[in-house]
């Protein structure tokens, strides 16, 4: 039986949504985990801002990884659901050879590029020292996160991501477990402090990366390995990318927003950085759940539009929506009604504290039309609408964002007690981008849906 052509749709997106949601809730986990122990060493405030301020790269780095692994995880889903396994193995292939060329980039940046990016951001230098020592560990040692990216929507496509789920949960136990090691010193060690952040960061990825590559050559028995397959072939990376392309600069924009806001906040006050940064670690706790469920809805949704089933294809659309925006209501509640304990754990003085509370309970009312969003995004890339899914993209993190924090925050900086407005940018931007969306829908239902 092939659980993608022939198990109920409902049950199939809980089947293979459930372990990617439980991976991706492990990543945000980590990177929470990772603050929560920086917060409470020696000039915690501090060191916060600078994972903030590296925060926007690391994210460019899931990014490409993701993105590439978006476009081969499409294609391959289609390759196999027709039924072209030599096609479905040389798209694994040009992927492998590509995460070579991502990580080389990645390496060369950390080598030359890591400070440039860091003094854009604050002139404060105990809070560029650290950074850009947390930076280039991650960006020379990224070779973990950049395979593990790629293997995660590998194992995917081939409907095990309950294997990718074991190399999350593997890879994050083994940076929760290092942290307090390495940044405070025990065992024996020296204390690195946020050296030490980075270093248990990418020996957790590393790990991940390889129980993915573990998984893929054990299970994955539809798919051939070998030299001859990474061959580059003009065609398949093509392809990878038409499909892939939006993905990466939807996942791009979030690092471009990032570091935009960034600025912006460090025109009001350092403390406005830190909370953002917090608040966005945070956040990513519910939003990686519904970006898990979307990677799940997307191998679905393309492999029975490649089988030519229609039914299926709509089962996927309605389901996967139902339960992106049940997932985006738990998480609106939770951030509502627990803010003072979430943000009570980071050790934050009382204005930072105050910021970050703020932060919750205002961009936490824009989940619901984030998460129709987010699943939007997922079905517009299995129906081969990349187009539609990059404007949804630069809609949400970009156009609706960046333009409108900045006109807030000058109004902030006059006004003492106006940060709110900022904050309800987001509330504005994912809300004109969800009307657009549902025009885009009706378009693709359409023209692709309505045609098969």
Request: charged share 10%; with cysteine.
């Amino acid at each position: 039986m092939n659980k993608m052509a022939e198990m109920p749709v409902k049950k199939l997106l809980l089947n293979m949504g459930l372990p990617i949601i439980l991976s991706m809730m492990m990543q945000a986990a980590y990177n929470i985990v990772d603050s929560i122990f920086v917060a409470n060493m020696k000039g915690g405030e501090a060191a916060l801002n600078a994972l903030t301020l590296a925060f926007p790269v690391q994210m460019f780095m899931v990014a490409i990884g993701i993105g590439t692994g978006v476009g081969m995880n499409a294609l391959l889903s289609k390759s196999l659901g027709q039924g072209d396994t030599q096609k479905a193995s040389k798209v694994a292939g040009n992927t492998f050879f590509l995460g070579f060329v991502i990580y080389a980039c990645f390496l060369i940046f950390g080598i030359f590029g890591v400070k440039a990016f860091v003094t854009s951001q604050t002139k404060n230098p105990e809070i560029i020292g650290m950074a850009i020592r947390y930076l280039r560990i991650c960006c020379i040692v990224s070779m973990g996160i950049t395979c593990f990216n790629i293997m995660e929507k590998l194992l995917q496509a081939t409907g095990r991501s309950n294997y990718s789920t074991i190399a999350q949960i593997s890879g994050a136990a083994t940076n929760i477990i290092l942290d307090p090691i390495l940044i405070y010193g025990l065992l024996g060690l020296p204390a690195m402090g946020v050296d030490g952040a980075a270093w248990a960061t990418v020996i957790g990825q590393l790990v991940s990366a390889g129980l993915g590559l573990l998984f893929h050559f054990t299970k994955d028995k539809e798919i051939k390995n070998g030299f001859s397959y990474m061959k580059p072939s003009g065609q398949i990376i093509k392809g990878i990318y038409a499909i892939g392309l939006p993905a990466i600069i939807a996942q791009a924009l979030m690092s471009i927003m990032t570091y935009g806001l960034n600025i912006i906040l460090g025109s009001i006050s350092e403390n406005a950085v830190t909370a953002y940064g917090l608040y966005y670690k945070i956040q990513q706790f519910i939003l990686f759940a519904a970006f898990g469920l979307r990677d799940s809805i997307t191998p679905i949704v393309s492999f029975n539009h490649g089988m030519g089933s229609k039914e299926r294809v709509n089962d996927g659309i309605k389901y996967g929506m139902i339960d992106t925006l049940a997932i985006m209501l738990i998480g609106l509640v939770l951030l509502e009604v627990l803010a003072i304990p979430f943000t009570g754990i980071f050790g934050l003085s009382g204005e930072t504290q105050n910021m970050c509370i703020s932060a919750m309970r205002i961009v936490s009312i824009s989940f619901l039309c984030a998460g129709a969003n987010v699943a939007f995004q997922g079905i517009f890339q299995a129906l081969d609408g990349g187009l539609e899914s990059l404007i949804i993209s630069v809609c949400r993190q970009f156009l609706f964002v960046l333009p409108v924090a900045w006109g807030f925050a000058q109004i902030a900086k006059a006004n003492h007690g106006k940060l709110w407005m900022v904050w309800s940018t987001f509330i504005i931007a994912e809300g004109l981008t969800t009307l657009i969306a549902v025009i885009l829908m009706r378009r693709i239902r359409k023209n692709k849906i309505e045609q098969m």
